[in-house]
């Protein structure tokens, strides 16, 4: 049986609720989480947050496709699509980020940190994928940068883990 993954758009803040309501449909489902620091009232806490805020992957065959099923999951909004088209995430990228885990099933995404300053050139590294350059702008806690880059011939800011960044 062949089985790809999908994402899956959720409501905000919902994730958890739909990866348990999906479970409970016996769907496989992958929520990946990072550790982060939040600070309130003087009290810093780590905890557990999605590593794709909104977000879900579920792995699925051709017979569980069931859009509107999937789609009409309580804490979820429906699959990523253009169209009719319901792009699967490359297997790598999951696996990827499954290595990643460690023993509690959070993700390690390195680099405490950044050695970079803002006007930096970096290169973003992913595995099976040419490196895209783009200026470190600024960091986003302890393990995402915000890269300007140009893609299309635009300038696009968007957030990459710091483990994927090397200086140009």
Not at 59 to 80: F, Q, Y
Not at 93 to 122: A, N, Q, Y
Not at 126 to 140: D, H, M, P, T, V
Request: aromatic share 10%.
């Amino acid at each position: 049986m062949n089985r790809e993954w999908f994402a899956i758009r959720t409501q905000p803040r919902k994730e958890h609720i739909a990866r348990k309501h999906y479970e409970q449909q016996d769907f496989i489902v992958y929520l990946p989480l990072i550790l982060t620091i939040r600070r309130h009232a003087r009290r810093i806490d780590k905890i557990p947050r999605p590593l794709f805020p909104g977000y879900v992957f579920l792995h699925l065959s051709i017979e569980d496709r069931r859009w509107n099923t999937i789609r009409s999951t309580i804490g979820a909004t429906g699959p990523v699509r253009f169209g009719e088209y319901y792009p699967p995430v490359p297997d790598w990228v999951i696996e990827g980020l499954r290595i990643r885990e460690d023993e509690r099933g959070l993700i390690s995404l390195g680099s405490k940190g950044s050695t970079f300053k803002p006007g930096d050139r970096v290169s973003v590294v992913i595995e099976n994928l040419e490196y895209i350059e783009g200026i470190f702008q600024a960091s986003r806690g302890e393990d995402r940068a915000l890269i300007l880059m140009e893609i299309l011939r635009r300038q696009v800011s968007t957030l990459v883990p710091m483990w994927a960044l090397k200086a140009a």
